[in-house]
């Protein structure tokens, strides 16, 4: 098997990865981290399926419904933090595996509690582990995949937390009306069993491994990596290509806010958190805003629910399909774009039916969904290994105060008795911001980790 001659560096490392062919290797990290994934997405939107019941349940006022969905959204914020400095001092796989745990034994938590209180307070740990776990999985992704697939390699991975929020839709659908919102955080507990599994079947980044100076367990996971690829393939592997890219500045936490990073910091921060200010302003309200605003039967309302999240899922499969074509940066302007206009008509038309709403709704979120998947994979392509993880959650704080503010804004914009078109307008005005700001994105299509970061 050829490898790279002489200590393994950054480059080299980056060139025994870059040659690999896709295999049942990388179908089964992808499987097994997308497994984790799901179940995050999964978790996330449990409290708003569970909300219009609980709404009649205990009685809530609008601000206690609030509090009740943006509680895990705050104990996101603070894990995305916790997990950036975690990923890139105890590993990837170490963080997304105990990520996983706090977040199966949480929802089994919330599945008992008995008031809006232990609820949401139980719902802010669940939260701690959502946040960390995604933006963390998603740098590792980056990590394994070549630089010439990277966008569709990630992106198709991404396709699965979508495939989450789906399933959480559907399974609610059925679940909900017959055996009550706590079956739901029951089944939410499963992702406990996948945290055990991870460290066992997914070897650590040998890209993190070199940089935190391990270099023996770097070259000794690049090995085990190559031979199982070999044999899936059961072909020799090609030669690596040397790489001159091999020095990846290490640096500090300070340096995402220095030279170069600043502006992609900041770039990268803004589309976070308009993208999830706009996705979360819609999607945690939309089951709630069908039973009270357009009188429809809670069924309904989650079938209609349901019908936006699957065109998010297709959203994805398009970026998937198109963003190493024509690159990160159009991608995304493109996609706000496409946000904006949805949903200008459901301002200008007046949002006036269910119907009407689940429609245009749908066509955001398509959009929205691709451009979440899209930031997923540029994050981590913008920051060199040392402080990847770090430089992801960074983002990832960013959406989830945008994940906090945009359902507070939808629920003071109804409790105080303003109109659809008003919250849907001010959704727009907020998509055609993130247009802008993408405009001044980086491009990073078809470079090396290395290359952008050396």
Sequence with gaps: MTTVAGKPSLGSIAARLERLPHSRWHIKVRFLIGAVTFFEAFDQLLAASALPVLMKEWHLSTGQATFAVTSASIGMLLGALAAGWLGDHIGRVRTVALGVAVTGLASLAVAFSGSIETFSLFRFVQGL???????????????????????????????????????????????VPAFGWRAMFLVGALPVLIAALLPRHVEESPRWLLARGRTAEAEAAIARIEAEV?????????????????????????????????????????????????????????????????DLDLTTALVFTLVSNVTGLLGTFVMAMLIDRIGRRPALIGAFVGTVLSLGVLAVAGATSGGQVALFASCTTFFLYAINAGLYLYSPELYPTFNRAKGAAFGGLWNRIGVILGPVTVGAIIGAGGSLALVFAQLAVVGAVGALIAWFAVETKGRTLEELNS
């Design 230 to 294: 070999a044999r899936a393939t059961a072909e020799e592997l090609p030669a690596p290509v040397p790489s001159t890219d091999e020095n990846e500045p290490k640096g500090t936490l300070m340096d995402l806010f220095r030279g170069r990073y600043l502006r992609r910091t900041a770039v990268l921060s803004g589309l976070w958190f308009v993208a999830y200010y706009v996705n979360h302003g819609i999607s945690t309200w939309l089951p709630s805003l069908y039973t009270k605003e357009f």
């Design 129 to 175: 582990g959502i946040g960390g776990v995604v933006p963390v999985a998603a740098t590792y992704i980056n990590e394994i995949a070549r630089s010439d697939k990277r966008g569709r390699f990630v992106l198709l991975y991404e396709m699965i937390f979508p495939a989450g929020l789906a399933a959480a839709t559907l399974l609610a659908v059925w679940v």
